[in-house]
């Protein structure tokens, strides 16, 4: 059931807000219902009444019906006071509730405010609230803000948010404008950069350049949510039982041992059972079926023994006991995924769990993959030469992008032509995000990538203190990030998760993300200079243990598939011996 609140001071004009929304809500052909909180105490029944004698006769409900309504009215008699959802489960279905007060709860809610109450706004403590509707002007809010008295537009706020009215969230391409050509750009003086340094300043210059899209959630596996996601109804939407058994109102069987007369019927899940189970008494429940009228309590079948009409147990009661609350998981109105998640399967389970069908994503992010080069030709089967370098850095960055949840695009090889180079740079545009490029990004006679982007583009030629991988390009080519890898594939490999990695995700609107590591013993000893951060192949051992690869060297691309994580060594000298402690990331952390 979607609902939304209003809330504010006494006298802010919450319900001719809330009676206004009705009109004009219901008017668009959505059924509207309220439920409205009352701080004292109050009655809608008068004295001298037959249904007002029922009541002070000692009837816990009495029901008065008419050919136009019909009224329930329940005493709670020293009872403690029903929640929100509980509440709400009493209520028919329709399209929206609105709820006026209970702004301690976690729902969606607009707070109205008229400035003769003098008091402060509550939705600069209160997260849950999502928009104010004020009659003067209000500053420094981080949230929409309506005129009091535009239903129109209050209106539409609020049927975008419970997603009864879903919008065109389809926006342009926000690539170009967000990416400036200077992005890269070090603090003036910096020469050699640690690794830590060289990520936290990714981290800090780069965010979403994807646009938006309306998806099916059984298809957004993988998509990036562009907006919070707020429950449409409860889970579970009404109160039911967590197994096979018999139901009663514990505070109404008196005491053990236990025999109560069994009521005809039973409940059962997608069945309920219609009825009132009478004090005293006990229904057959099975696992999931709605809690009946009359029932706050499941004992297990195989607690008990069945015969002649009747139950009988033993043991000690508890109120509540094998059963689930209405949204005791997630209540509806309640924000179940912030906006940068990026979705897995048991993601997509919550949401439609939660009525959600249909999310605003972000785009995927295209990343195109170009590898440089006269040596490198494709490994097609036909002879080569020694001189030949097999392309194997391309394969292995487009599967990563690929593994990664981005569009991979594969824009080929190009030999040491800074023509053809321009030519194929200038082709991407509109056709890619970000570009990934392995080769030519260092300073050499044959670095084509670093000497065009310095020339036409925008440059920054990053020297990492790092082994395998000094030296990274990064720059722009007509709005586009480029990140230029070394040509080895083992330090190509190592830039890509550690830089390329997280940064990709900063640009798909994931946000920034960090590899898990481990802190294992060493199966292996070193002795390491200090200066850089240091990358080793690693391979995790039955006991426990990480052992390295036999060789350091950035062309043993077997080693890459020999490994099953990374080893990392920090900045400073470090003598290493069998048993010392050192931190392993194993290829999942790194989303491979």
């Given at each position: 059931?979607r609902i939304?609140?209003?809330v504010g001071?006494?006298n802010?004009?919450?319900t001719g807000?809330?009676?206004?929304?009705?009109?004009?809500?219901?008017a668009?052909g959505?059924?509207?219902a309220?439920?409205k909180h009352?701080h004292h105490s109050f009655?809608?029944?008068?004295?001298?009444?037959d249904?007002?004698?029922?009541?002070?006769?000692?009837?816990n409900?009495?029901?008065?019906a008419s050919?136009q309504r019909?009224?329930?009215?329940?005493e709670?008699?020293?009872e403690?006071?029903?929640?929100?959802t509980?509440l709400?489960?009493?209520?028919?279905?329709?399209?929206?509730?609105?709820i006026e007060g209970y702004?301690r709860d976690?729902?969606?809610?607009i707070?109205?405010?008229?400035?003769?109450?003098?008091q402060?706004?509550?939705a600069l403590e209160?997260?849950?609230?999502?928009?104010?509707?004020?009659?003067?002007a209000l500053?420094?809010?981080n949230?929409?803000k309506f005129?009091?008295?535009n239903?129109?537009?209050?209106?539409?706020?609020?049927?975008?948010?419970?997603?009864?009215v879903v919008r065109?969230?389809t926006?342009p391409?926000?690539?170009?404008?967000v990416?400036r050509?200077?992005c890269f750009?070090?603090?003036e003086?910096v020469?050699?950069?640690?690794?830590?340094?060289?990520?936290?300043?990714?981290e800090?210059?780069?965010?979403?350049?994807?646009?938006e899209?309306?998806?099916?959630?059984p298809?957004?596996?993988g998509r990036?949510l562009?907006h919070?996601?707020?429950?449409?109804?409860s889970?579970?939407?009404?109160?039911n039982?967590?197994?096979?058994?018999?139901?009663f109102a514990a505070?109404?069987?008196g005491?053990?041992?236990y025999v109560?007369?069994l009521?005809?019927g039973?409940?059962?899940?997608?069945?309920p059972?219609?009825?009132i189970?009478?004090k005293?008494?006990?229904i057959r429940?099975?696992?999931g079926?709605?809690?009946?009228?009359?029932?706050?309590?499941?004992?297990?079948?195989e607690?008990?023994?069945r015969t002649d009409?009747?139950?009988?147990?033993q043991?000690?009661?508890?109120?509540?006991?094998?059963?689930r609350r209405a949204g005791e998981d997630?209540e509806?109105?309640?924000?179940?995924?912030?906006?940068?998640?990026?979705?897995?399967s048991p993601?997509?389970?919550l949401?439609?769990g939660l009525g959600i069908?249909q999310?605003g994503?972000?785009?995927q992010l295209?990343?195109g993959?170009?590898?440089t080069?006269?040596?490198?030709i494709?490994?097609?089967g036909g002879a080569s030469?020694p001189?030949?370098t097999?392309?194997a850095?391309r394969?292995?960055l487009l599967?990563?992008?690929?593994?990664?949840?981005?569009e991979a695009i594969d824009?080929?090889?190009?030999?040491d032509d800074?023509?053809?180079?321009?030519?194929?740079?200038?082709q991407?545009i509109g056709k890619?995000?970000?570009?990934l490029?392995?080769?030519?990004?260092?300073?050499?006679?044959?670095d084509?990538v670093s000497?065009l982007?310095?020339e036409?583009g925008?440059?920054?030629?990053?020297?990492?203190?790092?082994?395998?991988?000094?030296?990274l390009a990064?720059?722009?080519w007509?709005?586009?990030?480029i990140?230029?890898?070394?040509?080895n594939?083992v330090?190509a490999?190592v830039?890509?998760?550690i830089?390329a990695?997280p940064?990709l995700?900063?640009l798909?609107?994931a946000g920034?993300?960090?590899?898990?590591?481990?802190?294992?013993?060493?199966?292996f000893a070193?002795?390491k200079r200090?200066?850089?951060?240091e990358?080793?192949?690693?391979?995790?051992?039955?006991?426990g243990s990480?052992?390295?690869?036999?060789?350091?060297?950035s062309g043993r691309?077997?080693?890459?598939s020999?490994?099953?994580g990374l080893v990392?060594?920090?900045?400073?000298?470090?003598?290493i011996?069998?048993g010392?402690?050192?931190?392993?990331?194993?290829?999942?952390s790194?989303?491979?």
């Open positions: 059931m939304f609140g209003v001071w006494k802010s004009g919450k807000l809330i009676e206004r929304l009705v009109t004009e809500i219901t668009r959505f059924s509207v309220t439920l009352a009655d809608v029944d008068h004295q001298g009444k249904s007002f004698r029922h009541r002070e006769a000692g009837a409900e009495v029901l008065l050919r019909w009224a329930l009215m329940h709670l008699r020293g403690d006071e029903p929640s929100l509980q709400l489960a009493h209520m028919s279905p329709n399209d929206l509730v609105l702004k976690g729902h969606m809610k707070e109205a405010n008229r400035a003769a109450t003098g402060p706004l509550i209160d997260d849950s609230i999502v928009a104010v509707a004020s009659d003067h500053d420094d809010l949230v929409p005129d009091l008295d239903t129109a537009a209050i209106a539409d706020f609020v049927l975008e948010q419970v997603g009864l065109d969230v926006v391409d926000l690539a170009a404008p990416m050509n200077d750009a070090l603090p003086g020469n050699w950069m640690p690794v830590d340094e060289a990520l936290a300043h990714l800090g210059r780069l965010s979403g350049v994807v646009g899209e309306s998806i099916a959630v298809n957004a596996v990036v562009a919070p996601q707020v429950a449409l109804r889970n579970p939407p009404g109160a039982s967590a197994m096979d058994g018999y139901g505070a109404t069987i005491e053990a041992p109560l007369p009521v005809e039973r409940a059962a899940a997608g069945a059972f219609e009825g189970v009478p005293g008494h006990a429940i099975l696992t079926a709605l809690v009946p009228n009359g029932v706050d309590t499941v004992v297990m079948e607690d008990v023994n009409g009747h139950v009988a147990f043991g000690a009661v508890k109120a509540g006991s094998n059963t997630v509806a109105g309640q924000v179940a995924l912030q906006a940068g998640h990026k979705l897995r993601d997509l389970a949401l439609t069908a999310i994503a972000r785009k295209r990343v993959v170009l590898s080069g006269d040596e490198i494709a490994a097609d030469g001189d030949k097999y392309d850095n394969p292995m599967s990563l992008a690929a593994r990664w949840g981005f824009l080929g090889h190009v030999d800074r023509a053809l180079l321009k030519t194929c740079l200038d991407a890619v995000d970000v570009i490029t392995s080769g030519g990004a260092s300073v050499g006679d044959e084509h000497a982007l310095r036409e925008a440059l920054e030629a990053w020297r990492i203190a790092l082994k395998p991988g000094r030296p990064l720059g722009m007509q709005g586009v990030p990140f230029g890898l070394p040509g594939p330090a490999f830039c890509a998760v830089f990695r940064s995700s900063a798909s609107g920034w993300i960090k590899p898990q590591g481990f802190m294992l013993p060493a199966a070193k002795s200090a200066g850089r951060r990358y080793l192949r690693a391979r995790l051992l039955e006991d990480v052992d390295v690869y036999k060789s350091e060297g691309i077997s080693g890459l020999w490994a099953d990392e060594l920090g900045d400073a000298a470090q003598e011996n069998e010392d402690l050192l931190r392993y990331i194993p290829y999942g790194f989303g491979i």
